[in-house]
């Protein structure tokens, strides 16, 4: 990397932004220009370089040249290493330590201060043992924890924090930001390379989500892409690819070169199986241009699957065109609450009336962001518990002129109910630690019979809200993505008797086509497979043609709400009887198996896949597709919270670096980014209130966040599904949320009683 790059890059100060991101290649020089093997920052000077103090190394190494290469031949065991002056010494350290086959070898860590130290073994033991500091272990260190845990780069030269480590080691020596940026950097390259070989040596798809961000904190525009797909122990894993810095203008042509450039980096750009993005005209350009640089022979089926819209996103649309239908009815709750939320007296007030009252809610009131709806959910749920205290303190201020009268209190609370099964299906849909495929297709049909219901209301307003959202879902979803009904398909507690049970609720006369056309999808797919794996059957069943591998919605009235035990019934007296035995009619004629609490559908197809091979590697592929973006848009509240004023000049080369390193040292230790360790809850701000409108007309969509699984992290799948259809059912109940402070954001409240 040039010196311009090595004298600028410095820590949150960094301003130069004409600087390609080319990836890690660039950051070696960094590392080499900012420290050497103590910990002590270089300059970049040549000669000041010379003058430094030599490595202790070189009184057990001499310095040969074998064929023009310069070595490091071990005076000990004659061992030759490479001696280079980019290569460090750190490889000859070690050698001295752990690889040198001579006796007698002179330990290095003999003059070191050995301290004693409690082990912790796997049976839950501890014992006493010594331990030597190692200096370069202790960067390693400190870099993990200002990456894991969003500190300030300067975070090291922080008075108290010296002063602590002098305290606790005086061998420890004091480490610049900028050394620490270098270690950050080793850090980087190291987890990226296990990233990459975890990857590499997965024989699964990969799918893929990206989206937008625009920083609010220095306005300006990255991408980020994360790769989703089951390993070789059949374990859900998702990846950071990258966290890409994108210049302005943000075209079509700009992003699809940025989006491919970083499938060739990974070398996945041939096993794609789905990239899953949100609903706008720009990503169903960049889509076209995607399909058109990938080979069509290296896709699922050709690239008939190869777009996906995010769930969420459009569930979002839904429920706002609905919400828009009562914008009248709650207004003056809307005004109530940003009257008595405005001042910290008003605050005060508010809660002490509540307490006089003897109000059982410890909920505060918070006002909705108007773009989105569960914000909305969430003002309402909390101030329909309050509205004995509003009506008290009209009272008391003749300046509050909004209080809302019975009949919008009467229409907040049935909205609550209507709105509940939505809410609850958002948050099921945007679950990042079990998949999410299979789930899609009931909960769908569950959503669109019950918007059939609502249009039967005796009640005009839900009927006039029920047609509304009816008009955008047909837009959206009166055509179901094939991979999601086949991935219904792939669960065993369903098969193709939840196919059987929804059609002909779903279809008029021609229910028995539709049905004819998922068993040509499923052909084809295994066809795709037994191909691809040089094993091919020759059994079919019926003729294969799945161009259209949508499914058209024709919604007629009267349907009957979801009953797991009619379904139940139902597949019990439809079981079929297949004659063939090819490796998907041997699995569709095996019973169903019954739904449990602890049911896990990857653990299923591990133990089944030596019985159902093809299929398994079908399941792999499928069951890995995330149904929303949630996974790559959380990484943009890390970013809010990385980026925040104070730290708003950091280059986007390190917020890249700290944003991916991040997510895959949380990734291998325990599966996802754990937020009480990062921080407390009372700074939580949304940072993508001015996403990226090139992208969309519409706020990003940003559900992950309110629906995180901080409530529901206990809980196993089994059991939100269940909640799920039960609010899908009766309408009713209640959740508990947690509004936290200036989000605007809800999230199940575990002690919600």
Not at 88 to 112: F, I, N, Y
Not at 298 to 307: I, R, T, V
Not at 732 to 750: E, I, M, N, T, Y
Request: include cysteine.
């Amino acid at each position: 990397m040039s010196n311009s790059l090595e004298n600028s890059h410095v820590g949150e100060e960094d301003t130069n932004d004409d600087i390609p991101l080319e990836g890690v290649q660039e950051v070696e020089g960094v590392e080499e220009a900012s420290r050497d093997d103590d910990g002590v920052e270089q300059s970049s000077n040549k000669k000041k370089r010379g003058m430094r103090e030599p490595s202790y190394v070189w009184g057990h190494f001499t310095k040969v040249t074998i064929n023009g290469e310069l070595k490091a031949k071990c005076n000990h065991c004659q061992a030759k290493l490479v001696a280079s002056g980019h290569n460090g010494t750190s490889h000859l350290d070690r050698h001295l330590k752990k690889s040198c086959k001579a006796k007698g070898v002179p330990s290095v860590l003999d003059s070191l201060q050995k301290t004693l130290s409690v082990t912790r073994k796997d049976d839950g033991t501890s014992c006493i043992e010594t331990r030597e500091f190692d200096p370069i272990v202790a960067r390693q260190k400190i870099a993990t924890l200002v990456v894991k845990h969003e500190l300030p780069l300067n975070f090291v030269e922080y008075e108290a924090f010296r002063d602590w480590m002098s305290y606790a080691n005086p061998l420890v020596k004091n480490l610049s930001r900028n050394t620490l940026k270098s270690e950050i950097f080793k850090l980087y390259q190291a987890e990226k390379a296990k990233a990459m070989a975890l990857l590499e040596n997965n024989d699964s798809r990969v799918a893929i989500t990206t989206d937008m961000w625009t920083a609010s904190n220095q306005k300006k525009g990255y991408m980020v892409v994360t790769g989703h797909f089951v390993d070789k122990s059949w374990q859900l894993q998702s990846r950071i690819l990258r966290f890409i810095y994108l210049p302005a203008p943000h075209t079509t042509e700009f992003l699809s070169e940025a989006f491919f450039k970083c499938m060739l980096d990974w070398n996945v750009d041939r096993r794609i199986s789905v990239v899953t993005l949100d609903n706008c005209s720009t990503n169903d350009a960049m889509v076209d241009r995607l399909m058109g640089l990938i080979p069509a022979d290296s896709m699922l089926m050709g690239g008939n699957f190869f777009h996906m819209r995010c769930v969420a996103h459009i569930l979002n649309l839904i429920v706002k065109d609905g919400m828009k239908v009562i914008e009248e009815w709650i207004k003056k709750i809307r005004d109530s609450v940003a009257y008595w939320t405005g001042t910290p007296k008003r605050v005060e007030t508010f809660e002490m009336a509540a307490r006089q009252l003897q109000v059982k809610c410890e909920k505060k009131l918070v006002l909705d962001c108007v773009t989105r709806w569960n914000s909305t959910y969430v003002m309402l749920d909390i101030a329909v518990k309050y509205k004995i205290v509003f009506s008290r303190l009209q009272q008391r201020d003749k300046h509050y002129t909004s209080l809302p009268t019975d009949g919008e209190w009467e229409m907040a609370e049935k909205m609550l109910e209507y709105l509940l099964p939505f809410y609850s299906m958002t948050e099921l849909f945007s679950g990042t630690q079990y998949p999410t495929s299979n789930l899609f297709f009931p909960m769908i049909c569950e959503m669109r019979i019950n918007l059939d219901e609502w249009d039967l209301s005796s009640v005009p307003v839900i009927r006039e809200m029920a047609g509304q959202m009816i008009m955008k879902f047909d837009k959206y979803w009166a055509q179901i993505h094939g991979i999601l009904v086949m991935a219904v398909i792939l669960d065993p507690r369903f098969k193709m008797q939840l196919v059987n049970y929804y059609f002909p609720q779903l279809y008029g006369e021609g229910v028995a086509n539709e049905i004819q056309r998922v068993r040509n999808l499923s052909n084809d797919l295994v066809k795709f497979y037994e191909i691809k794996s040089g094993n091919v059957s020759d059994a079919v069943v019926g003729e294969s043609s799945s161009a259209d591998v949508r499914f058209n919605f024709n919604l007629g009235t009267g349907c009957k709400f979801f009953d797991i035990k009619k379904f139940e019934a139902f597949a019990s007296q439809n079981s079929e009887t297949i004659v063939s035995k090819s490796d998907l009619e041997r699995y569709l004629e095996e019973p169903l198996i019954k739904s449990t609490s602890d049911f896990d559908i990857l653990n299923w197809w591990k133990v089944n896949q030596g019985k159902y091979p093809i299929l398994a590697q079908m399941a792999k592929d499928i069951l890995a597709i995330p149904v929303t973006t949630v996974a790559s848009e959380s990484a943009f509240s890390t970013g809010g919270r990385v980026l925040t004023p104070h730290r708003s000049r950091l280059h986007p080369m390190t917020l890249e670096a700290l944003m991916c390193t991040q997510h895959w040292l949380w990734a291998n230790s325990k599966g996802k980014i754990l937020e009480s360790e990062i921080f407390n809850g009372e700074e939580f701000v949304d940072e993508d209130e001015s996403g990226p409108q090139h992208m969309s007309s519409l706020e990003p969509w940003t559900a992950h966040e309110q629906l995180k699984q901080s409530g529901n992290a206990s809980c196993n799948l089994e059991m939100q599904v269940a909640a799920a259809f039960q609010h899908l059912e009766n309408g009713f109940g209640r959740v508990g949320l947690r509004c936290w402070p200036d989000s605007g954001r809800a999230r199940p409240d575990p002690n919600y009683k």
